[in-house]
């Protein structure tokens, strides 16, 4: 299954607040496509306050922001605030986060989690509606009631050709990529897939998924990837062994499970398992052998980095972000080059 012939996009993760704004108005006046905050010990969406008012081209948004910690209305009034500051260009990236995470780290509940994400997406957009379009707020959802909207801490409409952001869902089961295909404008793809992944499970549970879509479009894919680019051998082989150690790590955690098992690896998954529970983190990576590293990493000189994107991605993803991104002017020219290379 393929997906459209136009250029294969790249984006660029943000640091925490105040960080890499050189980066970030580089990629602006650049062929960089977007900018994306994530929730790994800082919040995702102070991040973005700079980006939103210091850009005006790059689509932002957050890959991901966890859920289930925050209210709806938290998250619609967030989005709303930085879909107006950026003038239309915010997406609202959510993603569930495994339950112990939820449960003992945030202490909220993290049961259901497929049920509780399709409650508070569909939350969201009920107050996103009455905000823009009026009348009484009135939902009613499984896990989520938002009943009551006075006009005093009501933000009002936003003047914008797209007033509603765009929603992205993190999504790695089965039973999420469905309701991501029937409830979302968008997934955020894990770093730890494959292009067979992405081709046998990924667009199979999209199509299935497009008879039952609620909202306009077909589903739009993004990727994260771990690239291992350099200037020497040297270079490369280091990012290269820093990845099967971050794909160890990974692979250790049942929900990414199934993924491993699809390449053909699925065996190694419980010794990894067991290995993390007793802390033998800097052993794992010996586990990962060199063909499943060249599933999930793309390594290569600077040069070759947009040939092998494009051919790895290429209608099966609309736009990828290197998991990695230190070397800004390097990237700017891989999406120079991809922005080029369109239809193959």
């Not at 049961?111 to 969201?124: F, G, S, Y």
Request: charged share 20%.
């Amino acid at each position: 299954m393929t997906r459209n012939a136009s250029p294969l996009l790249l984006d660029l993760p943000v640091g925490p607040l105040g960080a890499d704004m050189d980066a970030v108005t580089a990629a602006d006046r650049g062929d960089i496509a977007g900018i994306w905050s994530t929730e790994v010990g800082h919040d995702p969406f102070l991040a973005l306050v700079p980006v939103a008012q210091q850009t005006e081209r790059l689509v932002l948004g957050t890959a991901i922001a966890v859920t289930f910690p925050r209210s709806p209305m938290v998250h619609a009034q967030t989005a709303w605030d930085l879909h107006r500051v950026s003038r239309g260009r915010f997406i609202l990236g959510l993603g569930a986060q495994v339950r112990a995470h939820n449960e003992r780290r945030y202490s909220v509940a993290g049961d259901h989690p497929v049920e509780r994400m399709q409650d508070a997406i569909r939350a969201i957009r009920a107050i996103w509606s009455c905000w823009q379009e009026g009348g009484k707020l009135s939902y009613e959802g499984q896990y989520y009631h938002h009943t009551l909207m006075t006009p005093f801490f009501n933000p009002g409409p936003l003047d914008l050709p797209n007033p509603f952001p765009k929603i992205y869902l993190a999504a790695v089961s089965e039973r999420m990529l469905d309701l991501a295909a029937r409830e979302v404008e968008g997934i955020h793809l894990h770093p730890l897939h494959t292009r067979g992944y992405l081709a046998d499970i990924v667009h199979a549970r999209c199509a299935e998924g497009r008879a039952e879509r609620t909202v306009a479009g077909d589903i739009e894919l993004s990727a994260s990837v771990m690239i291992a680019a350099g200037s020497t051998d040297e270079e490369i082989a280091s990012l290269r062994e820093q990845f099967r150690g971050q794909i160890a790590f990974y692979a250790s955690t049942p929900a990414y499970r199934h993924v491993v098992e699809h390449a053909g690896y699925g065996a190694i998954c419980d010794d990894l398992h067991r290995m993390s529970v007793r802390g033998e983190w800097d052993t794992m990576p010996s586990l990962i052998p060199d063909a499943l590293l060249d599933d999930v990493v793309i390594a290569g000189r600077w040069k070759d980095i947009p040939a092998l994107l494009n051919d790895r991605y290429h209608g099966l993803v609309d736009r990828v972000t290197p998991y990695i991104a230190a070397d800004v002017p390097g990237w700017l020219a891989v999406a120079r080059e991809l922005g080029s290379m369109g239809q193959k």
